[in-house]
């Protein structure tokens, strides 16, 4: 189904949805006639999927540099091209499954542990190019 409008009351709060029914024909979603309706509702969650880093803000002002796709360029450490700033996760490998970010977040802290002291214990369990495995 797909959502064609969000229905507020007078005072701007949501109350419903109004939904139809779709189905997928030659690469794109096709409405069903006939399938339209109204849903109540008192709150609306987007998910969005992840579209890449916020540019204004931290990334702005630390300057590291973005990749072609968005992504914050990293090295096989996790550190950003600004020394001391380490990105993991969707940031710097972008859009992926959870498992990957955390994967990559232990990594990363074992890196900045060996940045800080020189040394880490911490486990490493996927360097930054690490890609899944095709089946």
Same mark, same amino acid.
């Not at 950003?80 to 977040?105: H, M, N, Y």
């Not at 060996?114 to 996927?126: D, E, H, M, V």
């Given at each position: 189904?797909?959502?064609?409008?969000?229905?507020?009351?007078?005072?701007?709060?949501?109350?419903a949805l109004r939904l139809v029914d779709? $189905?997928?024909?030659?690469?794109?979603?096709?409405?069903?006639?006939? $399938?339209?309706?109204?849903? &109540?509702?008192?709150?609306?969650?987007?998910?969005?999927?992840?579209?890449?880093?916020?540019?204004?803000?931290?990334?702005?002002?630390?300057?590291?540099?973005?990749?072609?796709?968005?992504?914050?360029?990293?090295?096989?450490?996790?550190?950003?091209?600004?020394?001391?700033?380490?990105?993991?996760?969707?940031?710097?490998?972008?859009?992926?499954?959870?498992?990957?970010?955390?994967?990559?977040?232990?990594?990363?802290?074992?890196?900045?542990?060996?940045?800080?002291t020189g040394s880490t214990t911490l486990?490493?369990?996927?360097?930054? $190019?690490?890609?899944?495995? &095709?089946?």
């Amino acid at each position: 189904m797909s959502t064609k409008e969000f229905v507020g009351d007078e005072h701007g709060n949501v109350k419903a949805l109004r939904l139809v029914d779709v $189905t997928f024909e030659d690469g794109r979603l096709v409405e069903i006639e006939g $399938t339209e309706r109204e849903i &109540a509702a008192d709150l609306v969650l987007f998910a969005m999927g992840f579209l890449g880093p916020e540019k204004e803000g931290l990334v702005e002002q630390l300057g590291v540099d973005l990749d072609g796709r968005g992504n914050v360029v990293r090295d096989g450490d996790y550190m950003s091209t600004v020394p001391g700033v380490f990105v993991a996760g969707d940031a710097g490998r972008g859009q992926s499954l959870i498992v990957w970010a955390i994967a990559e977040g232990r990594a990363a802290a074992a890196a900045v542990d060996r940045f800080l002291t020189g040394s880490t214990t911490l486990p490493a369990p996927i360097p930054p $190019t690490a890609r899944p495995l &095709a089946v």
